[in-house]
């Protein structure tokens, strides 16, 4: 075998960006493999939320490469309080939306609650549904440790896992809303569940409110991508609630949502205008009718 020299050795990835997932050349839908290159070029990445066809079209336009079809729907688009009593047919009809709405985004869709805990059988059946039904390219779980027989069988199966540790929404009732990782016990814990996931075959990991120098180690220990969430700058991507980053939720928003636009106040206004055009006679107009 002749040696290569390091000036020879063919590039395994374009020096150029062109295969960056934002801002890049790619034109047809991401996939997984994508994901896991991109990690390999130690590039960060953005993902949002998305819950209806129209404003994942929106995000997909933009170059967003990542949309989650979060269950946190429930609060943020079906007007539960939290996301316990979210379903799996509503994750169904979510995500299928997003999918449809979208043409070259990854779509993760969100497990709710009571979708997967019963065990690996279930989860397979609850991520089969996504994949079939909604035609998602991952799913994503809450849990490390807990939850890793969960992953490994669904990968074993040909679902990528995107996995979720730190605080898990879905445990509100026993864990509060709290940052997790705090002290040396929770931060090996938090380690832990982190190897859990990567050895059970997570494609990637969100770190959701952990503090940020234990989620720059935990991003500096995996091989899979981390996506924070109140996690600091220093994992490889970061995700947001679109309605909280738009600034349309209403009512207290997490610390750690940065907010880009304020959508309440400009569809509030828009709505008010209407409203007196109407009740004041000024709309229709003749160019509005039809004779
Ligand atoms: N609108 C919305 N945004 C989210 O980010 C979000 C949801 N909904 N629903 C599902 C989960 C729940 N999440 C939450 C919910 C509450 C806090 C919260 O109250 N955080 C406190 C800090 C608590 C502490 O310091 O211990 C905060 O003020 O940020 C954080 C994340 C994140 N997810
Ligand atoms: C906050 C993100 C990670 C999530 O799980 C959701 O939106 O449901
Ligand atoms: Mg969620």
Not at 9 to 34: C, E, F, M
Not at 41 to 51: I, N, Q
Not at 84 to 101: F, I, K, Y
Not at 137 to 145: Q, R, S, Y
Request: proline content about 5%; some cysteine.
């Amino acid at each position: 075998m002749t040696q290569l020299s390091a000036a020879q050795t063919p590039q395994r990835t374009p020096a150029d960006g062109s295969r960056a997932l934002y801002g890049g050349k790619i034109n047809r839908r991401i996939t997984v493999r994508d994901i896991t290159a991109a990690k390999e070029r130690g590039e960060k990445w953005p993902m949002l939320t998305a819950y209806d066809a129209m404003t994942a079209s929106v995000f997909d336009e933009s170059g967003i490469p990542v949309m989650l079809v979060g269950d946190s729907a429930g609060n943020c688009h079906l007007g539960y309080e939290t996301t316990v009593p979210v379903t799996l047919d509503e994750m169904t009809m979510l995500s299928a939306a997003v999918v449809r709405g979208t043409s070259r985004a990854l779509i993760v869709g969100d497990l709710p609650f009571g979708s997967y805990q019963e065990g690996p059988v279930q989860a397979l059946r609850s991520a089969t549904r996504l994949v079939k039904e909604a035609g998602v390219g991952a799913v994503k779980l809450e849990g490390g440790e807990r939850s890793h027989r969960q992953i490994e069988l669904l990968v074993e199966s040909g679902i990528p896992v995107m996995a979720h540790i730190g605080l898990t929404p879905q445990s509100v009732n026993s864990m509060g809303y709290r940052v997790q990782g705090r002290g040396e016990e929770a931060a090996q814990q938090l380690l832990r569940d982190a190897k859990a996931v990567q050895d059970a075959g997570a494609f990637a990991v969100v770190l959701e409110l952990v503090p940020a120098e234990l989620a720059a180690e935990v991003t500096r220990t995996l091989h899979i991508p981390t996506v924070g969430i109140g996690a600091g700058p220093d994992t490889d991507a970061q995700v947001l609630v679109w309605t909280d980053m738009l600034g349309l939720t209403g009512g207290r928003v997490p610390k750690f949502v940065k907010q880009y636009a304020d959508l309440r106040k400009v569809m509030g206004d828009a709505a008010k205008a209407y409203a007196e055009d109407v009740v004041g006679g000024t709309f229709p107009q003749d160019e509005h009718s039809v004779h």
